[in-house]
Structures are given as structure tokens and as C-alpha cells.
């Protein structure tokens, strides 16, 4: 489970029952943490934590580390049934220049905590729990852009630049002129450099039918394909612009720890269904299921008649991976890298065509 990203966008399981804290970088033994300080006295409930994908399976190690900023610092956390039935999860103290502590969880299997719980975490002389290191997913997989290549969906902000072994071209839906009311919120001032602007293709970044068979290097994608309906077709129309060897890239949410920690997890067998269906237009159930787990206070048809750009698909690591096997069985891809952590927002996938 996330608590970093949880406190800092106030999620609306965040509940301070006494105090506060705040999600900071944590700068512990020479690295960066990412996590929450609290202040002495602090206690926060996290409401429905149930509702957490992360917590179907009960994890006995959420990969949390707890740390003294006073003197010797207890840390509680506890879990309550919806009959005010009560246990203990962990109970661990820290002092001053001890390590960094890890947080083991002992869940309860009585039939009181089978279904609905909060958990209280209680910090009665402050202290700082870290969730895991900062990690830049993205920077593990650029480098595989090299070559001729394109990026889909960069927006004014590529990830992919050109340099002496890298030819890119940026594929967008629209030309650059009706950028400011599709992606800057109405802002006339937000400009891409000249040297990229000649770059940018108008086209389809799930068919990319602009592009001709076999020709490229690399298709790179930063936070873009879980926008997309009907994966398997686009994994499917990546490739086929791409060289014997060629390779798709890019960093996609983990769900589990992002503002859709609440959606079930898309499997391969949900994404064999949807590709039965030879289009891309997102149904009306996308948008329904999306409002029902992430944002139950707005409508699927507000959204659709914003155009607002939703998450249609929601694989974990492991489902991403089950989807490779399945493209590496029909002879599409020739190997795969996925890299992954827990309580990290997004991992990264590289797959190399036949």
C-alpha cells in the first residue's frame, strides 16, 4: 500500500485523527525514501482500507520501514471491523541512529476481518515511515530508445529526445495549434521547442497507420497505453512497425499503488476478450467501471463530453507479464523485460519483436 501517494493527494481514505503528518522525501543512510513524517501525537485512520487492490491478499510485509526523529519513537498500527472489533498489526519502536525498521503485519483471520476494515496508524512521539526508495522507472528503459523510433503520446513533454543515434518522431492526435484546449487546460503559452515541433506526426497511436511495416527501431510509450482499449491490438499494431528485433519500451501505472488503487486488475483473459472486437472507441462501461472504483463523485457522461482521457486498462507487473507469455507463445515477441517494486506508482516493459 502506497501511504505516501495516499497522503499527498489526500485520498478520501485519509482520515487525522489527532494531528498530522506530512508525505515528504525521506532522506535516509545516503538515499531517498519516499514516505510520511508524522508529528508527535499523530494518529490517521486509513477508511475502507479493504477497498485497497493491494490489499486482496493480505501482505505481511507492506515493504514499510519506520524510523525515530525523537528520542524512542512507538509506532502502533491496528486494524478495526465495522462492530468496533479490534487487533493489533504491528507494534514496533525506533530510537535515534537505529536503522530504519521493518514493518511486519499480523493480520487477523478471524471472520470479523474477513471483509470490511480501517487501519489506525498511532505515532505517539512522531517519526517517519518510509514506503520505498525513489525510482525513476522511466530512466530504466530510455535507454532502449536508440535508433529510428517513434514516442507515443509525449504531449508538449517527449521523453524521447533526438541525438546522434536516436531519429524520433512524436505521434499526437491532434495538430499542435488545438494543444491548448486539449492538454493545457486553455493555456496559449505553452510551446514546444522548435527543434521538436517538426517532429510531431498527426496520427493514431493505436493503429499508427502513418507509419509503414517493419521500419523502426523502438516504440516508446510513457503513461499512454493504459489510456488505450483493446491492448492486445495495440501491442499487436506496435509491432508491426517495427523491425525483426525491434523493440516497445515504455512505463505504465501499477495500479495498485496509484489513484486507481481501488480498480480490479485487467487479465489477460479480460484483454483476449475485449480483443475480439476489432475497434478502439472506449465503451460506456469503461468509463462506468473507472467513475465506480477511482471518482464515484463524477458521471461517465460528464467525462465522455469532456473528452476526458480516462485509464481503460489496469495490469499489475504480473498481469503485464501474463500478456507477454501470451505474445511470446504466438511467436509476436522474442523476450521481455518487466521491472517492477512495490508501492512504486508505475513499472517499466520492453518487448522485443520475433
Not at 465503451?283 to 463524477?298: C, D, F, I, N, Q
Amino acid at each position: 500500500m502506497n501511504l505516501f501517494d495516499l497522503v499527498n493527494r489526500k485520498d478520501r481514505s485519509i482520515q487525522w485523527l489527532e494531528g498530522a503528518g506530512e508525505a515528504r522525501a525521506l532522506k535516509w543512510q545516503g538515499g531517498t525514501q519516499r514516505g510520511v513524517q508524522f508529528e508527535k501525537g499523530a494518529r490517521l485512520r486509513i477508511a475502507n482500507a479493504h477497498e485497497f487492490t493491494a490489499l486482496r491478499v493480505r501482505p505481511q510485509s507492506p515493504n514499510w520501514r519506520w524510523a525515530s526523529v525523537n528520542l524512542q519513537a512507538p509506532l502502533v498500527i491496528s486494524i478495526e471491523a465495522p462492530r468496533g472489533v479490534k487487533a493489533e498489526l504491528a507494534a514496533i519502536q525506533a530510537g535515534i541512529g537505529d536503522a530504519p525498521k521493518q514493518i511486519v503485519f499480523h493480520w487477523p483471520v478471524e471472520r470479523d476481518f474477513a471483509d470490511a476494515f480501517d487501519i489506525e496508524i498511532s505515532a505517539s512521539e512522531g517519526g517517519a515511515l518510509a514506503v520505498g526508495p525513489q525510482i525513476s522507472m522511466r530512466a530504466s528503459v530510455l535507454r532502449l530508445a536508440r535508433g529510428v523510433g517513434l514516442e507515443v503520446g509525449p504531449g508538449i513533454s517527449p521523453s524521447v529526445l533526438p541525438a546522434d543515434d536516436v531519429d524520433v518522431s512524436y505521434v499526437e492526435s491532434c495538430p499542435l495549434e488545438e494543444w491548448s484546449a486539449k492538454y493545457t487546460k486553455g493555456r496559449t503559452d505553452v510551446t514546444v521547442p522548435s527543434e521538436l515541433a517538426s517532429r510531431y506526426v498527426v496520427g493514431s497511436a493505436v493503429s499508427l497507420d502513418e507509419f509503414p511495416e517493419g521500419q523502426l527501431d523502438f516504440v516508446f510509450s510513457n503513461h499512454v497505453f493504459e489510456h488505450l482499449a483493446n491492448p492486445l491490438r495495440v501491442l499487436r499494431n506496435w509491432l508491426r512497425v517495427l523491425k525483426p528485433g525491434g523493440v516497445i519500451a515504455g512505463v505504465t501505472p501499477d495500479p495498485r499503488y496509484t489513484f486507481d488503487c481501488r480498480q480490479p486488475v485487467t487479465t489477460l483473459s479480460e484483454a483476449l476478450a475485449e480483443a475480439e472486437s476489432p475497434g478502439h472507441d472506449i465503451p460506456l462501461a469503461k468509463y462506468e467501471r473507472w467513475t465506480r472504483w477511482t471518482a464515484p463523485e463524477v458521471s461517465p457522461a460528464s467525462l465522455i463530453q469532456r473528452d476526458y482521457s480516462i485509464h481503460v486498462n489496469f495490469f499489475t507487473p504480473e498481469t503485464f507479464a501474463d500478456v507477454a507469455d501470451f505474445l511470446k507463445h504466438q511467436g509476436l515477441i522474442s523476450g521481455s523485460t518487466i521491472v517492477a517494486a512495490p508501492n512504486q506508482k508505475d513499472f517499466a516493459f520492453a518487448l522485443w519483436k520475433s
